[in-house]
């Protein structure tokens, strides 16, 4: 059974930084594929960006730029670097997972059957 933990959530002020990871347990090596989503209160689960074991990433319109994905397959941990944050990115943020190499659709947030518990980012103005 796969296993998503995540961490790296807080509090920041509009412009500020955070850096979120993701550690997977029991997900297949080289055919995988990971992604982050946020819900923000009164809102739907929407993707922000999403990353496959050979490399292909996927980011939301509204990331424009300022998010970057990035994994450590043989860890198999996965992080998503947030810089010139705004009170629009307050939302928890989760990971989540599928043990297949998906190529397109990357976050159709059915594609994935996995998902960790979230974590809060709150960024203030």
């Known amino acids: 059974q796969v296993q998503l933990v995540e961490s790296g959530g807080g509090s920041v002020q509009t412009g500020g930084s955070l850096r979120l990871s993701c550690t997977a347990s029991?997900?297949?090596?080289?055919?995988?594929?990971m992604a982050w989503f946020r819900q923000a209160p009164g809102k739907k689960r929407e993707g922000v960006a999403a990353?496959?074991?050979?490399?292909?990433?996927k980011y939301a319109d509204f990331v424009n730029g300022r998010f970057t994905i990035s994994q450590n397959i043989a860890e198999r941990t996965m992080s998503l670097q947030m810089n010139g944050l705004s009170p629009e990115d307050t939302a928890i943020y989760y990971c989540?997972?599928?043990?297949?190499?998906?190529?397109?659709?990357?976050?159709?947030?059915?594609?994935?059957?996995?998902w960790g518990q979230g974590t809060q980012v709150t960024v203030s103005s």
């Open positions: 990353i496959n074991d050979v490399g292909r990433t």
């Open positions: 989540a997972a599928r043990d297949e190499l998906l190529s397109t659709n990357l976050l159709r947030e059915s594609h994935y059957p996995n």
């Open positions: 029991n997900l297949f090596r080289g055919q995988s594929s």
